[in-house]
T-cell receptor, first 113, second 112 residues
Framework: GAVVSQHPSRVICKSGTSVKIECRSLDFQATTMFWYRQFPKKSLMLMATSNEGSKATYEQGVEKDKFLINHASLTLSTLTVTSAHPEDSSFYIC?????????FGQGTRLTVV | GENVEQHPSTLSVQEGDSAVIKCTYSDSASNYFPWYKQELGKRPQLIIDIRSNVGEKKDQRIAVTLNKTAKHFSLHITETQPEDSAVYFCAASLDSNYQLIWGAGTKLIIKP
C-alpha cells in the first residue's frame, strides 16, 4: 500500500520554542493532507486540512497562528507548533488520501517541558 | 455536515467469541465507510471498507454491514484473537470530498 512518512516520531522541546513536524507521501502525490491531534485513549481530532499550493483550512477552535501548516509540494506538508506550551503536548498524526483510502504517518509524540 | 457516532466506547469479549462495533452517520449522501484499526502507539490502518452500493463485505474473520436506510454500519469480528485487541475507528465520507469524518473509537479488549 501507499506509504506516508512522518518525522520526527518523538520530540521534546522547551516551552516557548517552535517545533516542525514533516509529513511526506513517499510513493504518491497528495494534493490534500490532514493533520490530527490525538489525546490519550481518544479519537482523532482533525486540526486542519492542508492543501498544496494554497492556505490550509483549519477546524473550529484551532489557532492558525499557533499551528502553522505549509504544503509546498505534492509530497510534503509541514506542521509547525509555534511558541509551544505544555498543554500542546500530544500525539500529532498526519494522513494523506490516495483515492478514498487514507494512509497515516507514524505520528509524532510531542512533549513540551 | 456529517456526524458519525460510534458505540460502544469499550468492548471486552472472550477470546474466540464475536465482537460487533456499530456506527451511525447523519449525511445520507455519504457513500464510503472505512474501518481502521489502531494498535497502541501505532498508526491507524485500514482493515476493511464498504461503499454504499454494497450491503455487506467480508474478509476472512472481518465483515462490515451497511444499512443505508437506517444510516448505520457495523464491524463484525468473528473468532476473536488476542491480536485483535486495539482501538477501532469507523469513518464516513463522500467520494468527492477527501475529508473522512471519524467516529470516537472503540477499544476492543480480548480476554484470554
Amino acid at each position: 500500500g501507499a506509504v506516508v512518512s512522518q518525522h520526527p516520531s518523538r520530540v521534546i522541546c522547551k516551552s516557548g520554542t517552535s517545533v516542525k513536524i514533516e509529513c511526506r507521501s513517499l510513493d504518491f502525490q497528495a494534493t490534500t493532507m490532514f493533520w490530527y491531534r490525538q489525546f490519550p485513549k481518544k479519537s482523532l481530532m482533525l486540526m486542519a486540512t492542508s492543501n498544496e499550493g494554497s492556505k490550509a483550512t483549519y477546524e473550529q477552535g484551532v489557532e492558525k497562528d499557533k499551528f502553522l501548516i505549509n504544503h509546498a509540494s505534492l509530497t510534503l506538508s509541514t506542521l509547525t507548533v509555534t511558541s509551544a506550551h505544555p498543554e500542546d503536548s500530544s500525539f500529532y498524526i498526519c494522513s494523506a488520501k490516495r483515492g478514498t483510502e487514507a494512509f497515516f504517518g507514524q505520528g509524532t509524540r510531542l512533549t513540551v517541558v | 455536515g456529517e456526524n458519525v457516532e460510534q458505540h460502544p466506547s469499550t468492548l471486552s469479549v472472550q477470546e474466540g467469541d464475536s465482537a460487533v462495533i456499530k456506527c451511525t452517520y447523519s449525511d445520507s449522501a455519504s457513500n464510503y465507510f472505512p474501518w481502521y484499526k489502531q494498535e497502541l502507539g501505532k498508526r491507524p490502518q485500514l482493515i476493511i471498507d464498504i461503499r454504499s452500493n454494497v450491503g455487506e463485505k467480508k474478509d476472512q474473520r472481518i465483515a462490515v454491514t451497511l444499512n443505508k436506510t437506517a444510516k448505520h454500519f457495523s464491524l463484525h469480528i468473528t473468532e476473536t484473537q488476542p491480536e485483535d485487541s486495539a482501538v477501532y475507528f469507523c469513518a464516513a465520507s463522500l467520494d468527492s470530498n477527501y475529508q473522512l469524518i471519524w467516529g470516537a473509537g472503540t477499544k476492543l479488549i480480548i480476554k484470554p
